[in-house]
Nanobody, 120 residues
Framework: QVQLVESGGNWVQAGGSLRLSCAASGSIRSINDMDWYRQAPGKQRELVAWITRSGHADYADSVKGRFTISREDAKKTVYLQVDDLKPEDTADYYC??????????????WGQGTQVTVSS
């Protein structure tokens, strides 16, 4: 009954920016870590940014200084501001969250992905 829905992916030119959003819904008691992953065509999914429940954030070296993760717990939403985009940032971006549901169950949930395409 828990869903994660991403939005904000688009086609942009190199140097452009996007703001990705991921909203969680359902029978949620609490959300712990929230993360953004990406998967480029023919490559493995990689972790690009993560943020703890207390707000501590960290990033993959490839995106440090260009991507910013944030969360708004009242809206059960995590954001990824992506700036100075490069063609190598082209990928499907996935949201992941560690969630405790109303019945006390702890599980990992994934969104369906949002596509980011960066042209040179």
């Amino acid at each position: 009954q828990v869903q994660l829905v991403e939005s904000g992916g688009n086609w942009v030119q190199a140097g452009g920016s996007l703001r990705l959003s991921c909203a969680a819904s359902g029978s949620i008691r609490s959300i712990n870590d929230m993360d953004w992953y990406r998967q480029a065509p023919g490559k493995q999914r990689e972790l690009v940014a993560w943020i703890t429940r207390s707000g501590h954030a960290d990033y993959a070296d490839s995106v440090k200084g260009r991507f910013t993760i944030s969360r708004e717990d009242a809206k059960k939403t995590v954001y990824l501001q992506v700036d100075d985009l490069k063609p190598e940032d082209t990928a499907d971006y996935y949201c992941h969250a560690a969630i405790v549901t109303d019945d006390g169950t702890y599980a990992d949930y994934w969104g369906q992905g949002t596509q980011v395409t960066v042209s040179s």
